[in-house]
């Protein structure tokens, strides 16, 4: 550490700060009578409380000119080398215990080696990276590219030098890293492990489905069975409907006849889908001799049969991005089906359909009076998307969310910001986070006011200031629901949030949310508890979201609230739901695989009040479609990022290597700190020991 000090001032100031003290000094001590008597008793006492004097008077003249120290810290940060190894079910697949007992061994002495030069941090990975507590090989999907990703975020202000990647190269979920991570500038080393050869196997190469299907039509099923190394051999392949743990339906039978070393086949089944709800179908290849693996063999396939199909009406003043967009997210929810119309051609009877969606209506050329006030006498829920066409004057007489007070034909480029007293419904936290990333949108210059009954999803951020203004809005008195997106460019929120995350999940969670809350029927039950879908994938978490009224209709979440979860074979789960703004929230984490019901209880005024239901945890079956280990990848990955591949029996020529890179070199900081001398706790201090010796000295020669 080096220290430096400095003045505001300038510094031949100094000199005239020294003697100012020692002029103090000798004034009081050699001028003085009852000083002088008392150095006829102590010279030399005289002497050092003129030191202190003219120490203390010193210091707190030079003080008055504003010195400050300069410090800086010198920090060596080593290179980082991350060690990231793949978790994943696949690997299970393919290792035997020696294999992973070997790996182990191996992979703790490169850690030994490396950590003499580097700093070395391990993490797992499957679909997304966690810590290297454990080695369970228990991952259900594999996702190269994110967990390469992920790592270049979390080092991106570190010195990362190099990643020992542990895989088999299959991949499942992301981009294939080859292409992906053009921005990864540390060293790639790669240990292959698993087996390239083709090895015997009968398996499900793919089973398509719908997510959802209606009453009494047909479901089909698109079955790939891939043969290896089993030529002349004859299989079964069934479809059966699960019931229950211990029942099950004969549904579809086919022999198969294996006729070729590598042999692809497809089978199209149509199922009937007589009655509502969530409908489990496990499809089945027998067992042959020799096969490597049989977790391939079943495919478990959970389709939710629907009634019908909720009906969403989109009418548009004109073509825009925005009306697609819409059309997309909320067609991700299967329980939805939408028309898109224009308003020049609109001549539809309302009542088929749950929700209206108007985009920039009423405009100045079309006030679109047919419309709303069909819409009106039907009490159809509607969604106003407002933009630069939009004639608000025109709006008043029809909407009842947001008081829109526009001061100017211009557009203000606004930004998203949660609300987090919001409780209508709830959002992952990943959405949240991504809202506040989205690009703006285009929102009439003026002033906005929710209306009485109106409560704010998301406000509004101008340019960086975070206002009051909602940007999406909900509105329900009575019979009537309605809602507000006050900005066009909801297109750009799917672009972006692709390019972002490689999905849109966030927007499309966010418009799919909002149809789902306009477009369900008025519920006047006291208790209500509901879910975000019936059917979840294995790693999902499994979220609740709950509401409790009092006896004026009023929101409460003074009671508890408590969750009791069976599954088909008599598992029984009992959860807390936590308390939010307005309402109740439960996220039970991920569940095992099958059918649950569940009954939500509270106590309210001495009553109890309960919700039942039911949901379903579909089984991720990615990790035993592919059981080839692909070294290709892994060589390739490797060469495009200066680094190696290596076999699992030579791991340790890895560590070797790593630490033989010249451009892998520590990182050193210089790091400044500066602190007014003034606010030096220890000046302070010496300040009183000099005038307290002082005074107990002269207290000693009677000089009071």
Not at 70 to 81: G, H, W
Not at 106 to 134: H, Q
Not at 283 to 312: C, H, M, P, W
Request: hydrophobic share 45%.
């Amino acid at each position: 550490m080096n220290t430096g000090i400095y003045f505001e001032t300038a510094w031949y100031w100094l000199p005239l700060c020294l003697l100012l003290g020692a002029a103090y000094a000798l004034l009081l001590y050699f001028k003085e009578k009852k000083i002088a008597a008392a150095a006829a008793k102590s010279k030399y006492f005289v002497y050092a409380m003129a030191a202190f004097r003219f120490l203390a008077v010193s210091i707190i003249a030079i003080l008055l000119m504003s010195p400050f120290l300069k410090m800086r810290f010198t920090k060596t940060q080593k290179p980082v080398v991350v060690i990231l190894n793949d978790n994943s079910e696949s690997i299970k697949n393919s290792f035997g215990k020696q294999d992973s007992a070997l790996l182990h061994q191996k992979l703790n002495s490169v850690k030994e080696n490396l950590a003499s030069k580097f700093d070395v941090v391990s993490y797992n990975f499957s679909d997304k990276i966690s810590d290297a507590k454990d080695f369970a090989y228990n991952g259900k999907a594999t996702n190269i590219s994110g967990a390469l990703n992920d790592i270049n975020e979390r080092f991106q202000n570190r010195n990362l030098g190099a990643v020992l990647l542990i895989s088999d190269g299959i991949y499942n979920q992301g981009e294939n890293p080859i292409y992906a991570n053009q921005n990864f500038a540390a060293n790639i080393f790669a240990v292959a492990l698993g087996d390239t050869a083709i090895q015997r196997d009968l398996k499900f190469a793919s089973v398509l489905h719908n997510k959802t299907a209606n009453i009494s039509e047909q479901i089909p099923l698109k079955i790939e069975i891939e043969a290896s190394n089993l030529q002349g051999k004859v299989a079964d392949l069934k479809v059966e409907e699960i019931q229950d743990s211990a029942t099950s339906v004969l549904c579809y039978t086919k022999i198969v006849n294996i006729g070729s070393q590598q042999n692809f086949q497809k089978f199209d089944v149509m199922l009937p889908a007589a009655k509502a709800g969530v409908v489990h179908y496990r499809v089945s290849l027998s067992q042959l001799a020799g096969e490597v693996t049989y977790k391939n063999n079943v495919r478990d396939v959970f389709i939710e049969v629907l009634e019908n199909k909720e009906q969403i009406l989109i009418v548009f003043n004109s073509p825009h991005p925005d009306v697609a967009a819409l059309k997309t997210a909320i067609e991700t929810n299967n329980a939805f089906a939408v028309k898109t119309i224009s308003i020049d051609d609109f001549n539809e009877p309302l009542n088929g359909f749950s929700l209206i969606i108007a985009h920039q209506l009423p405009s100045q050329k079309n006030k679109a009076l047919n419309l709303f006030s069909k819409a009106k006498e039907l009490h159809k829920p509607t969604l106003f998307v407002l933009g630069s066409q939009t004639d608000y004057a025109a709006l008043k007489q029809w909407q009842r969310v947001v008081d829109v007070s526009p001061s100017s034909s211009m557009q203000n480029e606004v930004t998203a910001v949660f609300n987090p007293n919001f409780s209508l419904f709830t959002v992952s936290n990943s959405t949240i986070e991504a809202i506040t990333k989205f690009p703006p949108l285009s929102v009439a210059f003026g002033n906005f006011k929710t209306e009485a009954g109106s409560s704010a999803f998301l406000l509004q951020r101008i340019n960086s200031v975070k206002t009051d203004f909602p940007l999406i809005a909900f509105f329900e008195v009575g019979e009537d629901k309605q809602a507000c997106i006050l900005g066009e460019g909801i297109w750009r929120w799917r672009l972006y949030d692709f390019m972002q995350n490689k999905s849109q999940d966030a927007t499309n969670e966010i418009i799919t949310k909002t149809v789902q809350l306009l477009s369900a029927k008025t519920d006047k039950r006291p208790f209500r508890v509901a879910l975000p879908k019936n059917i979840f994938n294995e790693n999902e978490q499994v979220t609740f979201d709950a509401q409790l009224f009092n006896a004026n209709y009023e929101a409460v979440n003074e009671p508890e609230v408590h969750m009791t979860i069976k599954s088909s074979d008599g598992t029984v789960f009992n959860f807390p739901f936590a308390r939010t703004a307005n309402g109740y929230n439960l996220n039970t984490g991920s569940l095992p695989v099958g059918n649950y019901s569940y009954t939500a209880k509270t106590n309210l005024g001495g009553k109890t009040l309960s919700a039942t239901g039911k949901f379903s945890v579909s089984p991720l079956q990615l990790e035993t479609t592919r059981t080839r280990a692909d070294y290709e990848l892994m060589l390739q990955l490797a060469a495009k990022h200066n680094g190696k591949t290596y076999a699992l029996q030579n791991l340790e020529k890895s560590a070797e290597d790593i630490l033989a890179l010249d451009s892998l070199k520590p990182v050193i900081f210089d790091n400044y700190i500066t602190e007014n001398a003034i606010n030096l706790k220890w000046i302070f201090a010496l300040l009183i020991a000099l005038f307290s010796l002082e005074w107990f000295a002269r207290k000693y020669l009677g000089a009071y």
